[in-house]
C-alpha cells in the first residue's frame, strides 16, 4: 500500500492483511483485516499515530520513507497489532517521544519493553501543539483495554478513535464506500470484541459528541467520512432495545436433538418470531456472535454426553457469557441417553447473561408427541415474552 491523504497534511498508512483469518487465536476474519497508523504534519512538528502490526512491520516503515522527523509517536492502544512496531520507530526517529495514558505507559514498558524515558504522559483533555494542528487527547477507557484513548485533531474535525469503530475488512479503499459491507464487518467486530464493554462504550460516546468531527479515522478498516453512520449503528447496538428474534445454537449425535430444534423453529416461525440457526459443526462463531447483538432470546440445544452438555454446546455457552450478549430471555432444550445434567452445567456457564428463563425441555431419546406439545409451549412464551416486552422492537 501507499500513504494516502485524507486530510490536508493527515495521510493514512494502512497495512492490509489480506490472507490473516484468525486473530489472538479465536477470532475468525473471514474478511481479513488492515491495521491503520496515521501521519499527521503541522507546520512545526509532525506525529504518527498508532502503528501497526509486526507481521507487517515492512508495510509501515516502507511508507515512511522520506519523512526524515517524527516528533511524536501517539499510542491510543497497547495492543501489539498496534504497538508492536513501536520500538523500531523509536530506532528510526530517535528524537521521537511516546505519548500515551498513564496506563499505557505501564502497559508499554511490560508488554512491548519500551525504554521509560521514551514516554511522555498526556492526562485526559491534555493538548499537545504541532503549530498550525493540535493533538486532544480523550480517554476513552475499555474500548476495549482499560488504557485506551482517542486522539482529536480539531483543526482538521478528524478523530483517530483506534479500535472504537473500527472493522476487521481487508480492503484497498481508503474510505467507506460499500455502507452495507462495512456495517456488517463492523457490527461483528463490535460483536467479538466491543459487546462485552457495552457500559463503557455508553459513556464515551457521550464523552466524544461535543466533539466537532466529521471524519473517524479508526485503526481497522476503512475511514469513515460519514461518521453518522457508524455512529449511529453504535447507539442502536448499545441501546436496550432488542429484536424480535431467536439465536438458536445447536449440536446433535443422532437426531434427536434436531428434530427438536427443527420443530421448535417451525414453531416460532408460525408465531411471527425471527430464528437463526446456527449448527455448531460448522458455524462461524463470529457469525453467532453477531446474532446475539440483536437477539430478544438465546435458546441452546444439545444433546448429553455422558451425563454433562455436549463439548460444542459447553464452548458456545462459554463464548457467549463472554461477550455479555443484552438477551432478555432464554431456554435450554436437548436430549439425552440415560441421564442429563445438562441444564444446570450449562445454566451454570452464563452468568454474565442476565436473561429471564422460559423454560427448559430434556428428552430422553426420541421427541414424543408430549415433547412437541412441550415445544410449542416454549414457542408460546417467547413469542408472549417478545409481543409485551417494550424494549422489542
Avoid at 104 to 119: K, V, Y
Wanted: with cysteine; hydrophobic share 45%; charged share 20%.
Amino acid at each position: 500500500m501507499i500513504a494516502r491523504e485524507i486530510k490536508p497534511g493527515i495521510q493514512l498508512i494502512a497495512s492490509v492483511h489480506w490472507e490473516r483469518r484468525l486473530f489472538d487465536s479465536l477470532i475468525p476474519l473471514p474478511e481479513g483485516t488492515s491495521y491503520n497508523a496515521y501521519l499527521v504534519k503541522g507546520s512545526e512538528a509532525t506525529a504518527i499515530i498508532d502503528a501497526t502490526d509486526p507481521e507487517l512491520s515492512n508495510d509501515l516503515m516502507s511508507q515512511l520513507e522520506g519523512v526524515e522527523k517524527i516528533d511524536y509517536i501517539v499510542s491510543n492502544h497497547t495492543e501489539q497489532d498496534h504497538s508492536g512496531v513501536i520500538p523500531e520507530l523509536i530506532e528510526k526517529y530517535p528524537e521521537a517521544q511516546i505519548l500515551c495514558s498513564a496506563k499505557a505507559q505501564e502497559m508499554l514498558s511490560t508488554h512491548i519493553g519500551l525504554p521509560e524515558e521514551r514516554f511522555r504522559v498526556v492526562k485526559d483533555g491534555e493538548t499537545v501543539s504541532l503549530g498550525d494542528k493540535t493533538l486532544r487527547f480523550v480517554y476513552t477507557p475499555w474500548v476495549h483495554w482499560p488504557e485506551t484513548m482517542s486522539t482529536f485533531v480539531p483543526e482538521s474535525k478528524i478523530l483517530f478513535s483506534c479500535d472504537f469503530f473500527g472493522s476487521h475488512l481487508a480492503t484497498s479503499d481508503t474510505f467507506v464506500t460499500d455502507k452495507a459491507e462495512t456495517f456488517r464487518a463492523a457490527k461483528r467486530y463490535y460483536a467479538e470484541i466491543m459487546m462485552p464493554f457495552r457500559a463503557a462504550i455508553i459513556n464515551n460516546i457521550k464523552k466524544l459528541e461535543p466533539l466537532d468531527f466529521d471524519m473517524i479515522a479508526p485503526s481497522h478498516g476503512p475511514v469513515h467520512q460519514d461518521p453518522g453512520f457508524i455512529l449511529e449503528a453504535y447507539r442502536k447496538w448499545i441501546s436496550p432495545q432488542v429484536a424480535n428474534e431467536v439465536c438458536l445454537p445447536y449440536i446433535t449425535m443422532h437426531g434427536s436433538t434436531k428434530l427438536m430444534v427443527d420443530h421448535l423453529v417451525d414453531a416460532l416461525v408460525k408465531r411471527g418470531v425471527k430464528v437463526h440457526v446456527f449448527d455448531l459443526n460448522v458455524t462461524d462463531i463470529g457469525d453467532l456472535a453477531m446474532s446475539l447483538v440483536d437477539a430478544a432470546t438465546l435458546i441452546a440445544a444439545a444433546p448429553t454426553v455422558h451425563v454433562n452438555a455436549h463439548p460444542k454446546l459447553v464452548y458456545a455457552a462459554y463464548v457467549a457469557n463472554m461477550i455479555r450478549p443484552k438477551v432478555k430471555y432464554a431456554a435450554i432444550i436437548g436430549s439425552y441417553g440415560w441421564a442429563t445434567k445438562q441444564v444446570e452445567q450449562i445454566a451454570g456457564l452464563i452468568p454474565n447473561i442476565k436473561a429471564e428463563v422460559l423454560g427448559s425441555i430434556m428428552q430422553k431419546g426420541l421427541p414424543t408427541a408430549e415433547t412437541f406439545a412441550q415445544l410449542d409451549a416454549l414457542a408460546d412464551a417467547v413469542a408472549k415474552a417478545h409481543a409485551e416486552d417494550p424494549d422489542v422492537v
